[in-house]
């Protein structure tokens, strides 16, 4: 498994929120929901996102936008229009001044708006022309993205509709209103399907800022160090013993693999075998020991160590924060 598929391996939404809005014009929603990561598909007329500290980026319909949180951000019909909704942590809809409108603005099973009919899904000509529709995919928690993930992506990207071609964004807005058994599962899955198909076409444009370790898996040494890597992180790998499986000397393999990803091979390890750790210990019957055995640490007491050297706070207080997240 080469990086990147290890890196498109982590997304598993849980539960994840998703909507289908429809609203009159002139509309504007300020997102400040601190969500990690949210992907936003255009049905019907323009869109524009403007995240709070660069400019707006337009999207039009069958457009495809991943934004990276937890910053806030606007999504509107026209880039000059302030916004009149805020959506706050927990998908909370209230005026800018507080009152809230979730009630107010049902439309039907995950369906959302001010638009008259627009719950009526089944029918499209029911929703008045000049209305935007959009569809809204959000990862709930940082734990079920690995932020390695998160790192390597922009503020905001956009996938233009003629960039690219699958089934996947109609599909979800399709599903995204129906309410059979087991459809949150459906539907989580579908969010994760759609998210790596959009970040694999994303990073193969020429506008991609790829980052360093991406570009370096196409270098014939670097790039098998990452696969065994990532391929086999329990492993008590040295640089010596990397050096070995890529036929090259401990040192020209330490200095290349620095200037191409960033950090020395160990050190890279050491970040992977973490982020591994993060998302396994959000698993309910995982235990610390189970887990270092699974990412390579000898003992509970060594993967600890590691755990609070790297991200200042132990694998409890890791478990004890995402379960409190869950919760709430």
Not at 41 to 46: A, E, K, P, S
Not at 147 to 161: E, F, I, K, N, T
Not at 166 to 178: I, W
Not at 299 to 308: G, H, I, Q, R, W
Request: glycine share 8%; aromatic share 6%.
């Amino acid at each position: 498994m080469d990086a990147l598929a290890n890196l498109l391996d982590g997304p598993r939404a849980r539960g994840a929120f998703l909507l289908r809005s429809v609203l009159t014009p002139p509309w504007s929603l300020e997102i400040a929901d601190e969500a990690p990561l949210t992907l936003l598909y255009v049905v019907r007329n323009d869109a524009w996102v403007r995240p709070c500290d660069g400019p707006a980026r337009q999207l039009r319909p069958g457009d495809v936008a991943v934004v990276r949180g937890p910053e806030a951000y606007t999504v509107a019909g026209d880039p000059h229009t302030e916004p009149r909704i805020v959506i706050r942590p927990g998908q909370v809809s209230t005026t800018t001044d507080g009152v809230e409108l979730c009630e107010r603005m049902d439309l039907g099973v995950r369906t959302w708006g001010d638009a008259p009919a627009g719950g009526d899904h089944a029918a499209p000509g029911a929703v008045p022309p000049e209305c935007g529709v959009l569809v809204t995919g959000t990862y709930r928690m940082r734990g079920e993205v690995s932020g390695r993930l998160l790192s390597a992506l922009p503020r905001v990207l956009v996938l233009p509709a003629d960039a690219w071609s699958s089934p996947l964004p109609a599909l979800l807005d399709q599903e995204v209103a129906r309410d059979d058994p087991g459809q949150e599962v459906v539907l989580d899955r579908l969010l994760d399907l759609l998210l790596i198909a959009v970040l694999r076409a994303w990073f193969a444009r020429p506008e991609a800022a790829t980052p360093s370790w991406y570009a370096a898996q196409g270098d014939p040494v670097v790039g098998r160090a990452l696969r065994l890597l990532h391929e086999e992180p329990a492993r008590a790998w040295t640089v010596a013993g990397l050096a070995a499986r890529t036929g090259v000397s401990r040192a020209a393999l330490g200095r290349r693999f620095t200037d191409l990803v960033g950090e020395p091979p160990m050190a890279y390890l050491t970040g992977w075998r973490l982020a591994l750790a993060a998302d396994l210990l959000r698993e309910p019957d995982a235990t610390i020991a189970s887990v270092a055995r699974k990412v390579g640490y000898g003992s509970p007491f060594a993967l600890s160590a590691a755990f609070k050297r790297v991200r200042g706070i132990s694998p409890q207080q890791h478990r004890e924060r995402a379960e409190r997240a869950t919760a709430s």
